[in-house]
């Protein structure tokens, strides 16, 4: 019987793992570029309104250059401003429902801010003789933000899926055991809730994903809803829950499930 060369068999014994740790890292880099691209153009589709809106006010309005100057910056940032903002509420009101009525209330800003702006950049380029159509490019950008929030819903749900379908046992008793544990200090016990929401969270670091940034990537779960500090300087929110818990072991910034 030949025997196969050493190479042979690290190469077969180990190219699976290179393979995923390879699909691993061009996953990562895909949902990096496309998060970067996707949350960029907001910023870059009111330029030419901008540079447009700028030369308008100075040729045809004869403003100053100051007050063109913060007219066009008015018209680049206003869009990304409050698309960010409704974007978080967003993420807010897929972990709580009471974000509801100010998840509403920004998108029906943002709905009169890109009437507004495209009616004012309009005038002003018919105003000046230029290219009225420019003032529909604020439509793209409502469109990009309605694109990442769709995105960022699907992440959350996929996330809750794939949790709900792992085996809940390990999880289960990783929390009864910690809650054995505190049980004889009555004052520093720390409940925490058996929902989907700390699993996914014990899955995110199991995939190691280890600061609240990387945790919320992974499960969709605002930062504010993992961790936020208070005007005390004390932290509150599900990691220094599940930390007091003695579920996870905090070092620093990173996380850790606790053995």
């Not at 100051?66 to 972990?95: P, R």
């Not at 002003?124 to 003789?129: P, R, T, W």
């Amino acid at each position: 019987m030949n025997e196969q060369p050493n190479y042979v068999l690290w190469i077969d014994k180990h190219f699976g793992a290179i393979m995923v740790i390879l699909q691993r890292v061009a996953e990562h880099m895909g949902n990096t570029a496309l998060e970067i691209v996707s949350r960029s153009i907001p910023l870059i589709v009111p330029v030419p309104n901008a540079l447009g809106v700028y030369n308008a006010a100075l040729t045809s309005l004869h403003w100053s250059n100051g007050a063109a100057l913060a007219l066009s910056l008015a018209v680049e940032c206003i869009f990304f401003i409050m698309f960010e903002i409704t974007l978080k509420q967003w993420d807010g009101y897929q972990e709580d429902e009471q974000y509801k009525y100010p998840l509403i209330a920004m998108c029906s800003v943002s709905l009169v801010c890109v009437i507004v702006v495209m009616v004012i950049v309009y005038k002003i380029e018919e105003m000046a003789g230029g290219a009225t159509v420019l003032a529909t490019l604020p439509v793209l950008s409502a469109c990009t933000s309605v694109g990442i929030g769709l995105l960022r819903w699907h992440n959350a749900r996929s996330m809750r899926t794939q949790v709900r379908k792992q085996p809940r046992k390990q999880v289960s008793a990783m929390l009864a055991e910690s809650m054995q544990v505190i049980e004889p200090q009555p004052a520093k016990v720390v409940e925490v809730a058996h929902d989907d929401t700390t699993q996914a969270i014990i899955a995110a670091i199991g995939a190691g994903n280890a600061t609240p940034y990387a945790i919320s990537k992974f499960t969709g779960i605002a930062q504010t809803t993992l961790k936020r500090k208070q005007k005390d300087g004390s932290y509150i929110g599900r990691l220094p829950q599940l930390v007091a818990s003695g579920v996870l072991a905090n070092g620093g910034t990173d996380y850790r499930i606790n053995e």
